[in-house]
């Protein structure tokens, strides 16, 4: 194996290399860069571990460089690091990161260990993983030399994830390597040694002891790889998932009654989002794709003579959302309602795939989902999780015709970014009004006049139209209007 450095990083290592030896300070490359690189997978991130001060090494390296960096400084974690500014605005910036080496033991009831300085075997002893454990002296005598105690460079080959110590105590001391593992395994089409899948299991309930913003860190990380169903499969078999995220294992299974079933909603759940993050990388499209059925075991009825249904599912589904997010600590802004909006919104392209659908039904659902439009349809087109390939088909021919009658509509009444022509403020000042009950009637009564397609998307029609509901309530525009 090979790693493969651009001479832009060649010539960074070489000035870390430069500024340790006249330190005298014994360093190395380390860590997910070392990894990552041997992979040919992009890294910005490179990790530096010397033996003694590494504040000392880290600003006399910045200091090399033009302009000087400014270095962040963790006195009490003995770390620092600085970023290097990236050659264009388009390339991301270089992180290094400096570390002391150190020697680690842990107390059952933290995940943060009491620290000691150590040499570089102590430091690789600590780090969770063979292939995460890997160092590339920068050292004048061996530079370049990879030091490899426990065969990481066999299992990169190999594709293991596979804990340095006994799997017991790795994952006993600092739980999050569990989630490390999963998450690992899912961004890199590696498999867990089995050993180390037991450490998992044994120590599932460990999980407790880590804060919700590091699990959801490597949640986040699981959603964004390119096959993301691969971790949540592995969350749930090892026992993580009831523990870390329990609705989502309450749509395991398919309960079946007068020899009917349903289809397992956790297993149809992950392959919609399989499927959307083929078509897009947005991780709260992702998000969405999670969440979608959420609500189907809370709505879930067997109705007589029809089966299972779940009516209301992306209603329910809707309100779950920001108690998800909530629990999860995942941000409650745009983004969470944007979420909240496509699992609420996700039953509608379905209702319109029918034929004679009315232009009325278009305008509506092209004004709900507003911007939101293409990834709604992303979202519903991954949804056709069918064996039937014909079925298949017919749904995602269906939705070519939603997409093509949604276009005609949107050319021809601009709905999407639709901004009412009439405001609040206009007709309180047209009629004399103070904010009202009677504005709000108004305004409404406007917009479903124009989605319904009984006045045309413009500010005239809009303003007799105005009049007329007005006059309805008894209103007239006062003198001067
Ligand atoms: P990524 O940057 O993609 O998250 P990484 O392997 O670089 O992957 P970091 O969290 O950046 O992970 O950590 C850098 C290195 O520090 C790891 O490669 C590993 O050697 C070590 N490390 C990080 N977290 C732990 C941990 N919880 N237990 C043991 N070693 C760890
Ligand atoms: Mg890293």
Partial sequence: MD???????????????????????????????????????????????????????????????????????????????????????????????????????YHPSSRKPSVEPGTIQDDQLRRDFTINALAISLNPTTYGQLIDPFGGIGDLDKGVIRTPLSPDTTFSDDPLRMMRAIRFATQLGFTIDSNTWKGIVDNAERIRIISQERITDE????????????????????GLLKLIFPQLVALVGAE?????????????????????AKSSTDRWLRWAALLHDIAKPATKRFEEGHGWTFHGHEVVGGRMVPKIFTALKLPLNDKMKFVRKLVELHLRPISLTKENITDSAVRRLLFDAGDNFESLMI????????????????????FL????RCREVEEKDHIRNWQPPITGELIMEVFGLSPSKPVGIIKDAIKDAMLDGEIPNSYDAAYA???????????VPVAGQ
Wanted: glycine share 6%.
């Fill in 3 to 105: 790693i493969q450095c651009t001479q832009k990083e060649l010539a960074l290592l070489q000035e870390v290399a430069t500024a340790a030896t006249s330190l005298q300070r014994e360093t190395y490359l380390v860590g997910g860069f070392v990894r990552d690189k041997l992979l040919g997978r992009p890294t910005t991130d490179i990790d530096f571990v010397c033996v003694g001060d590494a504040l000392e090494l880290a600003g006399a390296v910045a200091a090399r460089f033009r302009p000087t960096p400014s270095v962040d400084y963790f006195k009490s974690f003995g770390t620092a690091h600085f970023f290097l500014r990236p050659d264009s605005p388009d390339t991301p910036p270089y992180d290094l990161e400096f570390v002391g080496a150190r020697k680690e033991s």
């Fill in 256 to 276: 079946y009654k007068d020899g009917q079933g349903h289809k397992d909603n956790f297993y149809h759940t992950l392959q919609v989002l399989d499927n959307v």
């Fill in 379 to 398: 979202l519903c087109e991954a949804d056709i999780t069918s064996k039937n390939k014909q079925k298949v088909k017919r749904f995602l021919d269906n």
């Fill in 401 to 404: 015709w939603v997409r093509q």
């Fill in 465 to 475: 139209f105005m009049l007329k509901k007005a006059a309805e309530l008894g209103l």
């Fill in 219 to 238: 949640l986040n990380k699981i959603v964004e790889a390119r096959i993301p169903s691969v971790g949540f499969d592995l969350l749930y078999k090892s």
